[in-house]
């Protein structure tokens, strides 16, 4: 069965097979991010072939935001549960994250095998500075977006404020909660949402699952399927740290990942970036997986390779399995097995939220004592990735010998593209490596 392109007719089914080769393509091409990956979803699933409504995505995508987690990813899990049933929305998140983690650790293969060889050393020494400039684009990008009044702006600075003291980064995050919902109480106009996808009154022709198509049977609300589903992910995710420790032992850094991934995944609102000094400060600062500068590399490569950016990760789990030989076998099996854990903990609960919160999204729609909370966390979220922007440019910038006037430079010049004239990330990080080649 093929669709149809017209925009007067309503497009026809397809099968199974036909969004599956969809969701593998979009896993290989899905680079700039989440914006960008949401935006390539919007051309070809609402614009292009159809297959649901501009209404329904953006209602999906507005769920997905209040959510903890990548939301591009957990955006291609809803839309694939909801045309094709559990299997559709767990096939649609594997292939949109699959290409993400196999480039990932044979990236972060050759980064450790040959990160001596002086051509890939000069690569790395103008990525991170492009580094420091993008963390801090994605605070000015997300502060303009979220920081809409003086109580959103002041979270924010008392959360960059808690994490440069080292407040641990759960607590931040539950006492931004807190305070949004008490806010939320006494001051509802402070904490309303600001509508990532507000009303649409764009319409690009009937679609497949259109405004008022009828929800599909598996996309009602059961108890039954709720509590199974709840359970399910529980014993994927407890059963694997269960076996883990058993095979290897409790204090083993694979066991210690997969428990410490799967509080990150807990703590992801706001993006990559939000979770980032969570991630930093338990594996460079407390189990000393990697070190500062190799966190720093991890990212500019994550930033190179199509998929969530959270797929960072896999590169933390990659160098903690191979710096410390888990498997007690050679370095690069020790880093695949970290890799791999790393991945399974931090995107699993994407899953799980997806397929046991889906069927109650209409139930929260614009209930704002469930979103005032979220929304706070939002705020503060800024001020978290711009501590981690300090914490990063702390190690780039400053040297044995001083400061690194060429590396503020670039920086600064990074800064300029990003936020100025809206360069794209691969062609700051393509340009920063150049200039890294020629400088060394």
């Not at 080292?166 to 904490?191: K, S």
Request: positive net charge; aromatic residues 12%; glycine residues 10%.
């Amino acid at each position: 069965m093929a669709l149809t392109n017209s925009t007067e007719g309503k497009p026809s089914g397809f099968p199974f097979s036909l969004a599956l080769l969809y969701w593998l393509k979009l896993g290989f091409i899905s680079f700039g991010g989440p914006a960008g990956q949401i935006a390539m979803m919007h051309r070809e699933l609402v614009e292009r072939r159809r297959w649901i409504s501009e209404h329904r995505f953006l209602h999906a995508l507005n769920y997905c935001m209040l959510l903890p987690g990548p939301e591009a990813t957990q955006l291609a899990i809803y839309i694939g549960w909801l045309l094709h049933r559990v299997r559709g929305g767990v096939i649609a998140g594997l292939l949109f994250l699959l290409p993400s983690l196999l480039l990932i650790a044979a990236l972060a293969w050759v980064y450790l095998a040959y990160g001596h060889v002086p051509a890939i050393a000069a690569i790395l020494y103008g990525f991170k500075p492009a580094v420091v400039a993008i963390v801090i684009a994605a605070a000015w990008r997300i502060g303009r977006r979220t920081l809409r009044n003086g109580v959103l702006a002041s979270m924010a600075a008392l959360s960059f404020t808690a994490i440069a003291l080292q407040v641990p980064f759960p607590a931040v995050v539950a006492a931004a909660a807190l305070a949004g919902w008490l806010g939320a109480r006494r001051w509802p106009e402070y904490f309303r949402p600001g509508g990532a996808a507000a009303q649409a009154d764009t319409h690009y022709g009937p679609a497949l699952i259109d405004d008022d198509t009828p929800t599909p049977p598996h996309a009602r609300f059961s108890p039954r399927k709720l509590a199974l589903t709840v359970a399910t992910g529980i014993a994927l995710t407890g059963g694997a740290w269960l076996l883990l420790a058993a095979v290897t032992g409790i204090h083993n850094p694979l066991a210690q990942m997969g428990w410490f991934f799967t509080k990150a995944a807990m703590l992801t609102f706001g993006g990559a970036y939000a979770v980032l000094p969570y991630v930093y400060q338990g594996a460079v600062h407390h189990f000393h997986w990697l070190t500062p500068e190799q966190m720093i590399d991890g990212l500019a490569l994550g930033e190179t390779t199509p998929g969530p950016l959270i797929m960072v990760v896999a590169f933390v789990g990659f160098v903690g399995g191979w710096t410390h030989e888990v498997l007690g076998l050679s370095p690069a099996v020790g880093g695949m097995a970290g890799a791999f854990v790393a991945a399974w903990f931090t995107f699993v609960p994407s899953f799980i939220f997806i397929l046991a919160g889906g069927p109650l999204v209409e139930a929260t729609r614009g209930n704002i004592r469930m979103t005032a909370p979220l929304t706070a966390i939002s705020a503060a979220v800024v001020g978290v990735i711009a501590s981690l922007a300090l914490f990063f440019g702390l190690h780039v910038f400053r040297t044995a010998a001083g400061l690194d006037w060429i590396a503020i430079a670039i920086s600064a010049a990074g800064c300029l593209a990003l936020m100025r004239y809206q360069t794209g990330t691969i062609t700051l990080l393509a340009a920063s490596a150049l200039v890294g080649l020629a400088l060394k």
